[in-house]
């Protein structure tokens, strides 16, 4: 009987042993072969704001967003950055393999302040500022860097800091939009993706032409001299269309920044519908290669974007 109630309380033990081993009496201890990173936090407490609190993924550093140095992750230099066309945000900023960056809530454009920092920039590994290029479709002078406090000069777009996310994984991913309520992709201008839904026909600043027209997938329009608005006549034609395809028509209900007035579909002589700016069929060009291209203006003296007005755009940006 003795020896059946020590087996029992031994038992008892282990058990009692073993549960506050798996689910730590002060929330520090782990379960065998984990680490305190796999202990769930309650909701609104630790890196709620930031996202996931786990290790930097494909960024590196480790968990808790410093090495042994007390130093942010080192992230990967950005490039010449580009533009690519959300079908729900819109257009967005990535770095040149084409990984989206985005913005903190929680920081401040001016001056330019970083308030991510430790577990934070691991989740968010802020991106450098030196090699940063800015695209066509950016205004150079948007693009700067703020020294963080661990002297790391970090990019600013508009003044905001710009930050990758862990968990996109290849290029176009967005799952960092609206984590937490703070994180947002960065737009073209430093303000938010997705503030807008996205138009048929929506006006992009571009920083030499100003105000240009653009498709739902963000690609510059453009017309051609040799068309005419009334009588209606369609210069481009066989070979052309090769290179200049013509715009689809748009819904006068998803337009931004342009009179739905100034919209209308015109008939091709080969039966296809195409979308007209004022009368005037418009087309988007196959050299631009991504949103704020504007590769086609000016081409043989004959093609011209289209400001929100509805008129063509003679200026020729040199280079």
Not at 72 to 85: M, R, S
Not at 97 to 121: E, I, V
Not at 263 to 288: E, K, N
Request: proline share 7%; net charge positive; charged share 20%.
């Amino acid at each position: 009987m003795i020896n059946r109630r020590r087996a029992t309380f031994a038992a008892a033990a282990v058990a009692t042993l073993a549960l506050t081993t798996a689910c730590g009496s002060s929330g520090t201890q782990s379960a065998p072969g984990t680490t305190s990173a796999d202990n769930v936090q309650p909701a609104g407490q630790g890196t709620s704001d930031y996202g996931s609190s786990g290790g930097a993924g494909g960024y590196g550093g480790q968990a808790g967003g410093a090495d042994a140095g007390g130093k942010t992750p080192k992230g990967a230099p950005a490039g010449k950055l580009a533009l690519h066309q959300d079908a729900k945000l819109g257009t967005v900023v990535a770095d040149s393999k084409g990984m989206t960056l985005y913005r903190f809530d929680k920081d401040t454009p001016d001056p330019a302040k970083s308030n991510c920092n430790g577990s934070c920039a691991t989740t968010w590994p802020p991106v450098p500022a030196d090699g940063a290029g800015a695209p066509a479709g950016i205004d150079k002078s948007k693009l700067g860097s703020v020294t963080r406090a661990d002297g790391v000069k970090q990019l600013t777009i508009a003044g905001w800091p710009a930050y990758r996310y862990i968990k996109d994984t290849k290029a176009g991913d967005t799952k960092g939009q609206g984590v937490g309520g703070t994180w947002n992709a960065l737009a073209p201008d430093g303000k938010k993706a997705g503030a807008q839904e996205p138009s048929d026909v929506s006006v992009f600043n571009h920083p030499d032409l100003g105000g240009i027209l653009v498709d739902g997938k963000g690609r510059t329009l453009y017309r051609f001299n040799k068309d005419s608005a009334w009588p209606m006549k369609f210069g481009c034609n066989d070979a052309c269309l090769d290179t200049w395809k013509p715009a689809k028509p748009a819904d006068r209900s998803k337009l931004n920044g342009i009179a739905p007035k100034l919209i209308s579909t015109v008939t091709r002589p080969d039966g296809t519908r195409q979308l007209a700016v004022d009368c005037w069929p418009v087309y988007w060009f196959t050299g631009d290669e991504q949103p704020g291209d504007i590769n086609g203006q000016g081409k043989m003296g004959l093609w011209f974007a289209v400001s929100k007005e509805g008129k063509k755009i003679t200026t020729t940006p040199e280079g």
